[in-house]
């Protein structure tokens, strides 16, 4: 069945349909509905202003609630008559559309960002969401996780996974990951056995084989503004965190254990592209301090992990690269 969605018409009555009507005035979105059109409505139904739920137990269940009075707000310097277009756009036109969304993620300002987004998917115009993630990773923006995890709470799933690299979909329930130091190639575990206070030792391990022990999952928390990371291995609940005393150099250890409610349990990630691979600092939200590999190893050849000293973002020495398992 083919249907004309036509902006101005009350002949759909679903959830914020009306108000984005209003908004965006009396244009025709395009006549025959497909999946891609129908799906992108379900956004805009849904989702303009989701809100996220999580449950500090651990679990990484995302979901939305919607606020039935809220509507989104379409100021921006291009109008979303102009988005609707089915006339191509102009480079100039397409560059103010592009240039306009990546404002609003790196300005948090995410309900604006996902609506926009939706529209734009749906109208077949990929190419400048494209353009914006590339933008956000190559200027090493943290926002790119926190966009694609506003847009998988808004039931945009379908957008990020087709529209965004893998490893920024780390949020994602059914993602298993490697972390693995790029400058020395270890993957990230814990020690076999517990310390004096029952925590577990981080270390890098040379053999990156995959196994449970280098098996890691990143579990989202929305937290004011932008999305946190709990780290944990897939096979037992310890989450990675600093502890709260430095070394000589200045360094936190970093340590597995079976709490995890503070912020030295928190974590938030950074994109960098360094010669030609996409790379990501791992930054505690406690110390505000990178997670490292030490230069030395130990008699089993491991490596131990800190929370650098000072903010070095130099990513031969400190990046680390997520790999899917």
Wanted: aromatic residues 12%; negative net charge.
């Amino acid at each position: 069945m083919r249907a004309a969605v036509c902006v101005g018409e009350e002949a759909e009555p679903v959830g914020k349909l009306n108000a984005m009507q209003s908004a965006a005035g009396d244009s025709c979105i395009g006549a025959p509905m497909g999946f891609k059109e129908f799906a992108v409505i379900l956004i805009w139904a849904l989702a303009a202003s989701a809100n996220v739920i999580v449950d500090d137990t651990g679990s990484s269940t995302v979901a939305a609630t919607i606020s039935s009075t809220d509507s989104p707000s379409t100021e921006a310097t291009v109008s979303i008559e102009n988005i609707n277009s089915t006339l191509a756009l102009s480079d100039s036109a397409a560059k103010s559309i592009e240039d306009a969304l990546y404002n609003e993620v790196v300005s948090r300002d995410f309900n604006k960002a996902v609506y926009r987004t939706a529209i734009l998917y749906g109208d077949g115009r990929d190419s400048i969401i494209t353009n914006v993630v590339n933008r956000l990773i190559d200027n090493g923006k943290s926002q790119i996780f926190d966009y694609a995890y506003k847009l998988t709470a808004s039931r945009g799933t379908f957008i990020v996974r087709a529209l965004f690299p893998w490893e920024i979909r780390m949020h994602e329930d059914l993602l298993f990951v490697k972390i693995i130091s790029y400058p020395y190639n270890f993957a990230l575990k814990y020690s076999l056995g517990e310390d004096l206070d029952d925590e577990k030792i981080a270390y890098g391990d040379p053999n990156t084989k995959t196994r449970f022990r280098v098996t890691w999952k990143f579990v989202p928390y929305w937290i004011g503004d932008r999305v946190y990371f709990k780290i944990r291995p897939i096979d037992i609940a310890y989450f990675l965190k600093l502890g709260n005393t430095v070394d000589r150099d200045g360094d936190h250890g970093a340590y597995g254990s079976t709490n995890h409610d503070t912020d030295r349990h928190l974590w938030y990630v950074e994109p960098v592209r360094h010669k030609g691979k996409l790379l990501f600092y791992i930054i505690n939200k406690e110390y505000n301090k990178l997670l490292k590999l030490g230069q030395s190893t130990d008699s089993d050849g491991d490596r131990r992990a800190y929370g650098h000293s000072t903010r070095d973002f130099n990513p031969d020495k400190f990046a680390w690269d997520i790999d899917l398992i």
